[in-house]
Every structure is written in C-alpha cells, then in structure tokens.
Nanobody
C-alpha cells in the first residue's frame, strides 16, 4: 500500500510560479516511478509528466514542456512539480500517482497503481 499526499496548490496570476509537492509513504519510494496528472473542469484527466524511480529519466507532455519541471528527492520520499509561466489553461486539480514500473516513463493512467487526492491550482488572467 502506498499513500500519496499532494500539497502546494493555490490561486496565482498568469505568469507566476508554483511548486507542488507529493509526499509518499508505505513502500520504498525509489521502487516506483512517479507521475503528475491534472483534470480541468469538464475535461478528462490528462498526463503532465513522469519521472523514473531513480530520477534519471523524465518525460513531459507538450503542453507543459519547457515550463514545468518534475523532480524527486528519494531521501525525503517526495516528488515535486515546479510550474513556471503559469497560464489560465493550467487551472485544474493536480494529482500525483505512483507506478510500480519504476524504470518506465508511462503516460497512461491505467499504468499507475496509486493516486493522491489532488490539489487545486487556479491561475487567473
């Protein structure tokens, strides 16, 4: 069993930055890849980015590439999402997820085994 708790969401203005954190417990953190997804009102949840268990590889959706950065600190059992140059269209509930395929950079929801409860990010124009 893995528990994931996101934090760091909030209300910001367009162009601002925000850093989300996801704290994990229940299993050796480095043994699973981590991903971030988001769901905007009225839309399906979409993949944003993922990082392998070692932190050696990352992958980003085109919509956030160059603006968002995923990182992890395995000593702190935490994965981060640094979001820069935020846009109103980034408004969504952001979820972190754990994937037992620690070596993979999967983009599909179904490959992730555990999910956090989500944190709201609202970007005003």
């Amino acid at each position: 069993q893995v528990q994931l708790v996101e934090s760091g969401g909030g209300l910001v203005q367009a162009g601002d930055s925000l850093r989300l954190s996801c704290a994990a417990s229940g299993r050796t953190f480095a043994s699973y890849a981590m991903g971030w997804f988001r769901q905007a009102p009225g839309k399906e949840r979409e993949f944003i980015t993922t990082i392998t268990g070692s932190g050696g590889r990352t992958y980003y959706a085109d919509s956030v590439k160059g603006r968002f950065t995923i990182s992890r600190d395995n000593a702190k059992n935490t994965v981060y999402l640094q979001m820069n140059k935020l846009k109103p269209e980034d408004t969504a509930v952001y979820y972190c997820a754990a994937n037992f395929r620690s070596w993979a950079t999967d983009v599909t929801e179904a490959t992730y085994n555990y999910w956090g409860q989500g944190t709201q990010v609202t970007v005003s124009s």
